[in-house]
């Protein structure tokens, strides 16, 4: 069972940049892909983006290409998700989670394990 903690949200003017963390619990963090995935008030959960197992491939959805970095610290167990430019419509409750596939999961149903999730609220 792994154990998800974001941490890192909280209100910014729009253009400011933050960096979301999930601390992981399990000691082999480095065997998961990992993602991201975001929920506004009143919309469905959506995917942000996403890192493989091996570290090598990185994915992002189309609304954050560019502005958003995902990585990990294997050493750490944690995954970040750095946020450039964020703009209005970035507001949501970020999750991170962990998955066992061996590809890139860009799918809500293909992970494993969800953290609590943080607050983003961006203000114009």
């Known amino acids: 069972q792994v154990q998800l903690v974001e941490s890192g949200g909280g209100p910014v003017q729009a253009g400011a940049s933050l960096r979301l963390s999930c601390a992981a619990s399990?000691?082999?963090?480095?065997?998961?892909?990992m993602g991201w995935f975001r929920q506004a008030p009143g919309k469905e959960r959506e995917y942000v983006a996403a890192?493989?197992?091996?570290?090598?491939?990185?994915d992002y959805a189309d609304s954050v290409m560019g502005r958003f970095t995902i990585s990990t610290d294997d050493a750490k167990n944690v995954v970040y998700l750095q946020m450039n430019s964020l703009k209005p419509e970035d507001t949501a409750a970020y999750y991170c989670?962990?998955?066992?596939?061996?590809?890139?999961?860009?799918?809500?149903?293909?992970?494993?394990?969800w953290g609590q999730g943080t607050q983003v609220t961006v203000s114009s």
């Open positions: 989670a962990a998955s066992n596939s061996r590809r890139l999961p860009t799918a809500a149903d293909k992970y494993d394990y």
């Open positions: 399990e000691r082999t963090f480095s065997t998961y892909a």
């Open positions: 890192i493989t197992r091996s570290r090598i491939s990185t």
